[in-house]
């Protein structure tokens, strides 16, 4: 005869259960199937190669790295401090910060773009965590000046996900990262197998700049290669383009 199955181990089961489903909706945030319009953007890479900056693989990939230390040092201390308080204040506190920090319109307007697409996806596809909705809803109604950047909705979004501060940094990276790469297969600067070979090269790299800017304040946010910044704000005079930033 079989023994019954105690609390403990009905509670044990449940608890698994969720944990399971939790790293489904994390994996499903960095799918690039999830439509945040991440790839309409090059992170300035198609405005380097018109400027001669990037003409060659070698170029290509000190490009990636600087974006990678650029995008670490300005807007991860952003991801960080919205996970660590995922509520309403903080977010619309980061998003008025960031707003005033970016000064690249260029940029600034593919933050904004991308994430008001990424909270309006969150919302509509993790309904398991209805404050998503709850915030979205509220701050459409704010009479604050809200823009909704990019960094401080991905830091929202995976504190109410569960994931730790750590692995949403290292999220934020591999999705810059992933996109950047992209654009440059897309700009026929690297074929599908060199840029997953480039991918996988830098991944190294990418892991030492985390772990040079992870867990800082958004007080801490700064720029560490300007030249991007300027490159990535002359995308609007190029003759013909192919991406939005």
């Known amino acids: 005869m079989a023994k019954p199955i105690g609390e403990d181990a009905i509670s044990e089961s449940v608890a698994s259960r969720s944990s399971s489903c939790s790293q489904w909706s994390q994996w499903q945030l960095l799918d690039s199937i999830l439509p945040t319009g991440g790839f309409a953007h090059s992170f300035g890479l198609e405005a380097a190669v018109q400027t001669r900056l990037v003409s060659s693989p070698t170029d290509l990939e000190t490009h990636i790295i600087h974006v990678l230390d650029n995008t670490a040092s300005l807007l991860l201390p952003f991801v960080y401090s919205s996970l660590k308080s995922p509520d309403i204040e903080t977010w619309q506190r980061l998003d008025l910060l960031l707003d005033a920090t970016l000064t690249n319109q260029v940029s600034s307007k593919a933050s904004i ?58 999220a934020y990276l591999f999705v810059t990262l992933r996109d950047v790469v992209s654009a440059a297969t897309r700009l026929n600067l690297v074929g599908p197998m060199g840029a997953s070979v480039m991918q996988h090269r830098i991944a190294v790299v990418a892991e030492t700049v985390l772990e040079k800017w992870k867990d800082r304040e958004a007080s801490e946010a700064c720029q560490t290669s300007p030249l991007l910044d300027v490159v990535q704000g002359c995308h609007g005079y190029l003759f013909s383009r192919l991406f939005c930033s």
């Open 113 to 170: 773009s991308q994430g008001s697409a990424l909270f309006r996806i969150a919302a509509s596809v993790f309904t398991e965590i209805p404050s998503l909705k709850m915030i979205r809803d509220a701050s459409l109604g704010s009479s604050k000046e809200l823009r909704f950047h990019h960094a401080p909705i991905f830091g929202l979004v995976c504190g109410l996900l569960g994931m730790d501060a750590e692995t949403s940094q290292r």
